[in-house]
């Protein structure tokens, strides 16, 4: 048995992008895999795929319904309680559009999802992270978003700022724990988020990332295991991500005409 086989990563948002490919990617070493998502289908495919290398514990969940986070932790069979890493990837932007033509709903949602299903996932698998101590780690996907504004990034970028605080701050709290907390914060990857973003716009979604190289899910999942399995006395507090082609860009001047 080698020495990573009772590690355990529970990830959110594992049926598709980030999530999917951090299972993988942990599977390769031996890692347990806590797989949850909405799309039951698709955690099935996954746990099909991988079961074979790795024990996978699949579980349906809505990281907006607290209570049912609060059960799925609280019924993780026994091999899958000692979480050595909790991934808070599940995530959306939605409403690609100036915030004067924003639907409040979407913004809702946002909230609910990036930043109050975030907390109920933390707060639910916290005390087993504690359990485990020095060398857990909690990962939460940020976004360069939340550190850089643009047109039609509202809430979206708001939430994302938010994961990026809640961070800093758990790990002010955590210090005497052994837990240690990054944020991620990649920059354009080609992943299913700009066909959420859009609703379905594979067009859209396809010349966003024509002609350049974007970030891939695979190059984040190398990150969050870097961070990860890195030796128990470091801690990457955030890791801010972009593809060779894509940099900031000139403050916007609304002048007279
Ligand atoms: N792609 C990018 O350019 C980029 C850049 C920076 C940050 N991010 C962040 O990276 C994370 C992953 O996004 P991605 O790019 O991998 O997009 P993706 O391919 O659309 O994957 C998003 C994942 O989140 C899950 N999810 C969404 N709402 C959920 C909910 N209410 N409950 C549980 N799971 C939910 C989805 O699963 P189900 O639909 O099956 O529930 C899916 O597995 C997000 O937090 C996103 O904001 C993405």
Known sequence: ??????????????????????????ARE???????????E????LAQELGAQVP????????????????VVAALPEGFRRIVALVNNAGLALAPVPSQNAALEDWHTMIDTNVTGLVNVTHAVLPLLIETGAGASIVNIGSVAGEWP????????????????????????????????????????????TLVRTRGNQAASDALYANMTPLS?????????????????????RLEIMPARQAWSAFAVHRDT
């Open 1 to 26: 048995m080698s020495h990573n086989q009772s590690n355990v990563i529970f990830i959110t948002g594992a049926t598709s992008g980030f999530g999917r490919a951090t299972a993988r990617r942990f």
């Open 150 to 193: 643009y047109p039609g990034g509202h809430v979206y970028g708001a939430t994302k700022a938010f994961v990026k605080q809640f961070s800093f701050n758990l790990r002010c709290d955590l210090i005497s724990t052994g837990v240690r907390v990054t944020d991620i914060e990649p920059g354009m990857a080609e992943t299913e988020f």
């Open 56 to 71: 996978v514990h699949i579980a349906a969940l809505d990281v907006r319904d607290a209570a049912a986070v609060k059960e």
């Open 42 to 45: 698709r955690l099935q495919e």
């Open 217 to 237: 899910a695979e190059d984040i999942a190398e990150q969050i295991h870097y961070v990860a399995t890195l030796p128990a006395h470091i801690n990457i507090n």
């Open 30 to 40: 031996g890692w347990s895999l806590v797989l949850t998502g909405r799309r039951v």
